[in-house]
Structure formats: C-alpha cells, structure tokens
T-cell receptor, first 113, second 115 residues
Framework: DTGVSQDPRHKITKRGQNVTFRCDPI?????LYWYRQTLGQGPEFLTY????????KSRLLSDRFSAERPKGSFSTLEIQRTEQGDSAMYLC???????????FGPGTRLTVT | KQEVTQIPAALSVPEGENLVLNCSFT??????LQWFRQDPGKGLTSLLL?????REQTSGRLNASLDKSSGRSTLYIAASQPGDSATYLC??????????????FGTGTRLQVTL
C-alpha cells in the first residue's frame, strides 16, 4: 500500500450536473477526512469518518454534498447540481486513531463550467 | 474559532541559506500541529507532527518547534535547496473532546529557493 489514492484526478463538468469522487485510504487507517482547497488558500475541513460512521460535518457541506464510507474502507463524496463555486481541489486524508497524523491523497481537481 | 496565520506569505532565498517559516494560532488548546509541503497542483505531504506535549521535532534538514502557550510554531529549514521550493502549510488539531478531529490550516508560505 503506497498511500491515499483518489479518483479521478481531474473532473470537468457543466453546471447542474452531479459528480462523485472516490478516496481509498491507507489500509490500516480507520479515520478518513475530506477537505476542499481553493486557489491560494489552505484546505478547509468538510467531513470526517471513523470507520463507517460520519462523526463531523462542516457548515461548508451544504445539502448538495453527501459523503459515505459504507464498509469503513473507501469513501465517496458526491456533489449534486454543481455550481461554479464548487470548483476547487477536493482532498482526502486518512489517519490511525491515536497518533492521528493525517496523510493526504493527490486530490481531485473539479472545474465547473 | 481557531484561526491560523502564516508569515510571510511568500519568501525567496538563495540556495544554501537557512530559513524560518512562522505559524501562529489563536487558540492554544491544541492537540497537535502538523507541517505539510504542497507542490503546485498536488496533494499535501506531511513533514512533521508535533504533539501538544512536545517542544520540537526534527527530520533531516527540517526542525519544527512548538510554543503552545504563545500560540506559535516555527519550521526551520537548513541549507535550503532548489528542490525545497513549494508551499509550506501548518495545521492545528484542536484538543480531542468528543469527536473533534479536523485540522485547521493556515494559508501557507510559498517558498522559492534560487540557484
């Protein structure tokens, strides 16, 4: 296992379409996080899972956003009815409860036209 | 609300110089602090993690210090190289009460090391 992976790496979509991103964490990590990063800014927290339970959600996560981690392994982040303001890099991270050092994936760059 | 500030926003140094990047945070009740490196258009690479009970951590040419009471951390890079050119981000995790586990990030320092 070489680290956190994300798919796709790039996504271009038209406004109003739905998109789904996937994150595969480091295999022994039980915590998984989603962050969003816009140009020139640091990442902002979206949501966090411990195993399959979604334990925390940011106010940034509007009703159009939903995240799942059905079996406590990979996670998906879906954005419905995309808007131009959703254009950003979506980053996934994982950690092992205890030390809790977070390891990030390469990100999915979303462009909404 | 925790706020994280990084100064300077950008820095250019000649190869071989030692340099210090600064990070400050408003709420001293942190659980840990992490320094990351980010190359343009890429994800984040974890450099160092400092627990709240620690004063510093070292990895190769990197040394990170933490003064929790004053809300400050520094990242020291010795003998800088062109390959160190990247954006450096610091992030803090609040004290773990209940389920709080998110990182709060600064906006980063963009470092360029010139030949």
């Amino acid at each position: 296992d070489t680290g956190v992976s994300q798919d796709p790496r790039h996504k271009i979509t038209k406004r109003g379409q739905n998109v789904t991103f996937r994150c595969d964490p480091i295999s022994e990590h039980n915590r998984l996080y989603w962050y969003r990063q816009t140009l020139g800014q640091g990442p902002e927290f979206l949501t966090y899972f411990q195993n399959e339970a979604q334990l925390e959600k940011s106010r940034l996560l509007s009703d159009r956003f939903s995240a799942e981690r059905p079996k406590g392994s990979f996670s998906t982040l879906e954005i419905q009815r995309t808007e131009q303001g959703d254009s950003a890099m979506y980053l996934c991270a994982s950690s092992f409860a205890g030390l809790d050092e977070q390891y990030f994936g390469p990100g999915t760059r979303l462009t909404v036209t | 609300k925790q706020e994280v500030t990084q100064i300077p926003a950008a820095l250019s140094v000649p190869e071989g110089e030692n340099l210090v990047l600064n990070c400050s945070f408003t709420d001293s009740a942190i659980y840990n602090l992490q320094w990351f490196r980010q190359d343009p258009g890429k994800g984040l690479t974890s450099l160092l993690l400092i627990q709240s009970s620690q004063r510093e951590q070292t990895s190769g040419r990197l040394n990170a210090s933490l003064d929790k009471s004053s809300g400050r951390s520094t990242l020291y890079i010795a003998a800088s190289q062109p390959g160190d050119s990247a954006t450096y981000l610091c992030a803090v995790k609040v004290e773990a009460t209940g389920t709080a586990s998110k990182l709060t990030f600064g906006t980063g320092t963009r470092l360029q090391v010139t030949l």
